[in-house]
């Protein structure tokens, strides 16, 4: 599915530092009923932002209107466990373009950059600096540069590069998915397949 | 660039059909799996694009994660259930993609039926939008799950693009205690990497252990590897391998098989190979294993106490919160903790010898009166020979029902789920919050412990109760 074209992304930004973060907790098991995709961001983080009588949880960071943005900053190994991309789908169906945290589980970080969502993985120290700004200032804005794959803190100039690799960078600056360059190559996946025993 | 390869080097470069410079490998599928719940979307997908499935003898469609494990005959009562179970009948039908629905012979959990069919060989590239399709990788296959939008890239174009993960080999050398299982294994080396030590990596599993394995042990340990964040892990096939695979319904015959054979022996890693990481533990270190937290990684030796936090690497603040959660404390012993559920099942430890297993510890006991147990077989095949090999009356006699095949409590989708609040041991893989129902609590241990744990209502260590059997 072709996405949003990612450029440069000023924004402020929700904190969630906590650590192994999984797929279970972004998204429910019980809310993957669905044959489409759509409405999954109601459910985002649901068993962390509601109690089971569906009231929200004043405490839970999503129900605090002090915080808002595009941009999720996570603890350590954040999307572990199921390869549900449900979880991703949830996390940009809810408004987020970009999650940051000093390290992501592998599937989770594909299926963000599969769908549109910017995974940018940050030191351990500069992710401390950025839920000190956002302690000192709820508004203060980051700033994602995805041509320079900088992030800056806007506030007080403290900036980090990240890395992403050449192919999956042009796919976001433009918007294109795997499957258009997949299928511009098919005949040479059906050569290839000739040759495969199985 | 030395020209020794790592079995892993061997089946990975054999299927790339393209290399894009600075960034990931269109890497060829041999098998596709394809489940009710990952897969509309994606279906939905190549339909909007108005394009077909490139080769649907290569995919295998089956029913498993969100279906009930009881009176199966019946149609499915939840309407969302339903309505994707029929996505996947549907869309089975139009691309002409095979497909073992509900009541079907060959149905059951994804990970347990495509092995038991041979679709699972040695040195195939298999993927399912489930992370534990890393268990094929115990024939020697490079297997690991993916999200949507990779099913979608399958479906359409039969490959999909993926950046070459770093190489990790885990060696496990000498001989495994009484009562330590490959489940405990798993968790061992888990409890020791932390869930996200392999991440980036693909492990391979060596050493005297896991040759020793049977082939369903060697699927429990290669099911876990998603568990320490590697994206999956296998083991060189050999005489084991074969004989496992030999005769199924899609394993090659004849000349096929003779010539599937001449590849299938070179998948070994070559003297010499280097891997980018390596660790080595001794078998002997290993003892029942369950762990006490809120994933994977937070298992321990059943005799030990749970670890203090300040002792611990990382976020202690996290621990708190986990440990807050299944309302333990530092310090704690697991064993004589009381517990609500069993669940024996999965793609875990679904299989028949952990049937076997757990039926060897309950015989001539009985399941204790506050234990609700769900023994769920992991396909109609398991099934049968839990039927066929007796062990359905030695649980009857104990107390204990079965139920039919499915995913189950694994994940909870159906029916299956542990209340809020209540302990369960769990042959599963996951023990994250609310995996098993909202606000359930999940100790993930072997089959043994299990057993135990059913017939004595609380955490308990199986080599207690096997000690008069080997003298
Ligand atoms: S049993 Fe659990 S882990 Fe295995 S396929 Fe089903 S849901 Fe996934």
């Known amino acids: ?198 | 660039m030395s020209t020794k390869k790592t079995l892993f080097d061997k089946v990975w470069d054999s299927h790339v059909v393209h290399h894009i410079e600075n960034g990931p490998d269109v890497l060829f599928i041999d098998r596709h799996m394809v489940h009710e719940v990952t897969s509309p979307v994606a279906f939905l997908g190549i339909k909007d694009r108005g394009i077909r499935v490139m080769y649907p003898e290569k995919t295998f469609a089956t029913a498993d994660h969100n279906t009930p494990t009881i009176n199966q005959h019946l149609p499915v009562a939840d309407p969302l259930s339903a309505n994707q179970l029929r996505a996947l009948e549907e869309n089975s039908n139009e691309y002409g993609i095979s497909y073992w629905g509900l009541g079907h012979e060959k149905n059951g959990i994804v990970h347990v039926v495509g092995p038991e069919y041979g679709i699972t060989q040695p040195g195939a590239t298999i993927v399912c939008g489930d992370s534990h399709t890393s268990t094929h990788g115990a024939f020697g296959a490079i297997a690991f799950g993916i999200g949507t939008s990779e099913v979608e890239m399958v479906l359409a174009t039969q490959c999909i693009m993926q950046t070459k993960p770093k190489s990790m080999r885990i060696t496990v050398n000498g001989s495994l205690s009484k009562a330590v299982t490959p489940k405990d294994v798993a968790l061992y080396i888990i409890s020791q990497l932390t869930t996200s030590g392999a991440t980036g990596y693909f492990v391979e599993y060596a050493g005297e252990v896991f040759r020793n394995m049977s082939m369903e042990g060697r699927m429990t340990v290669c099911n876990l590897s998603i568990e320490m964040g590697a994206r999956g892990g296998m083991i060189a096939p050999d005489e084991k391998t074969f004989e496992y695979v030999k005769g199924r319904e899609f394993t090659p015959e004849g000349a096929a098989w003779d010539k599937a054979m001449t590849y299938w022996e070179s998948l070994v890693t070559d003297e010499g190979a280097e891997y980018d990481k390596e660790v080595v533990f001794d078998a002997a270190d290993i003892e029942p294993m369950i762990t006490y937290g809120t994933n994977p990684g937070m298992g321990i030796g059943i005799s030990h106490g749970i670890p203090v936090a300040e002792s611990l690497e990382g976020g202690v603040a996290t621990y708190k919160k986990s440990l807050q959660y299944m309302d333990f404390h530092e310090g704690d012993s697991m064993i004589g903790k009381r517990i609500d559920f069993v669940f024996l099942g999965s793609c875990t430890n679904g299989r028949i010898e952990d049937f076997r297993a757990f039926t060897s510890l309950i015989k001539g006991r009985q399941k204790a009166d506050h234990v609700t147990a769900w023994l769920v077989p992991g396909s109609h095949k398991v099934e049968a020979a839990i039927k066929e090999e007796g062990l359905l009356d030695i649980l009857t006699d104990a107390g204990f029902e079965l139920r039919e095949p499915g995913c189950s409590a694994c994940l909870a989708m159906n029916d299956d789920k542990v209340p809020a609040g209540k302990y369960a041991v769990s042959t599963s893989n996951r023990n994250f919050e609310g995996r098993q129902g909202p606000g359930s609590r999940t100790l993930l241990a072997s089959p043994l412990v299990a057993a135990a744990a059913a017939v004595t209502g609380k955490v308990t260590d199986p080599r207690e109760l096997m000690e008069f059997e080997t003298a």
């Open chain 1, 1 to 198: 599915m072709a996405y949003d074209k990612f450029n440069i992304l000023t924004s402020s930004a929700v904190p969630l530092p906590i650590e192994n973060v999984d797929t279970d907790q972004i998204i429910p098991a019980r809310f993957l009923k669905a044959t489409e995709r759509k409405g999954f961001g109601d459910n985002l983080f649901r068993d962390w932002r509601y109690n089971a009588d569906n009231t929200p949880k004043e405490n839970f960071v999503l129900n605090n209107p002090i915080y808002s943005g595009k941009i999720l900053v996570g603890g350590k190994n954040f999307g572990s466990g199921s390869s549900r991309e449900h979880a991703a789908w949830a996390v940009y169906d809810y408004g987020f373009r970009c999650v940051v945290s000093s390290f992501f589980a592998d599937i989770f970080r594909n299926n963000c950059l599969n769908i549109g969502v910017l995974p940018v993985q940050v030191s351990a120290e500069f992710l401390d600096k950025i839920y000190k700004a956002i302690e000192t200032d709820p508004n203060t804005e980051l700033e994602i540069s995805l041509p320079d794959q900088t992030i800056t803190i806007k506030a007080t100039g403290a900036k980090e590069s990240f890395d992403i690799n050449d192919y999956k960078k042009a796919n976001m600056l433009n918007g294109f998915d795997d499957i258009d360059y997949l299928l511009n190559i098919k005949e040479d996946i059906r050569e290839f397949a000739l040759d495969r025993p199985l």
